[in-house]
């Protein structure tokens, strides 16, 4: 199961749903630069903060960049979340139950140094690794959110 984005949320979702359903059909995940907390909420081992990026103090234009789909995700909540718990693990896996996290594929999830999502993705892939999930973790430098998508475009 592969997933970018709001596809890879979606793709957890559908690891969480294959899981509880009894069926365990999915035999490993790809994550690239998932949602994983729509609910933007901090739980145990995952708390957002602009220090966690290397970023020189001079430097507006990733700073703006890190925190500006941060408030893009409070919009989509707004827009399309209406009456929805945005704590279900279907909606934010992050908030997935051990025993469901236990349960998971082995996991490969890509970040990018930029992006705002980068601390809820590395948490989501630690919290599967405390749980004993197989999971490895990519980090891309310098890029930013959906850099999948630019390939050929940016450097």
């Not at 994550?31 to 290397?54: C, F, I, Q, R």
């Not at 500006?68 to 896996?93: C, E, F, Q, R, T």
């Amino acid at each position: 199961m592969v997933g970018a984005s709001s596809g890879a949320n979606i793709a957890a979702a559908m690891n969480i749903y294959d899981i509880e359903s009894g069926n365990q059909w999915i035999k490993q995940q790809i994550l690239l630069y998932p949602v994983v907390n729509m609910a933007l909420k901090e739980t145990p081992g995952y708390e957002w903060s602009l220090d966690e990026y290397d970023i020189h103090d001079n430097d507006e234009i990733i700073t703006f960049i890190v925190k500006s789909l941060g408030i893009g995700v409070h919009y989509i909540n707004k827009l399309y979340a209406k009456n929805v718990d945005l704590k279900d693990p279907l909606v934010s896996p992050l908030f997935a139950s051990d025993k469901t996290i236990q349960q998971m594929p082995p996991t490969i999830i890509v970040t990018a140094e930029y992006d705002f999502l980068r601390i809820e993705s590395e948490a989501y892939g630690k919290r599967l690794l405390i749980n004993g999930v197989q999971t490895s973790f990519f980090r891309y430098l310098g890029l930013d959110h959906g850099f999948v998508y630019k390939i050929g475009i940016s450097p």
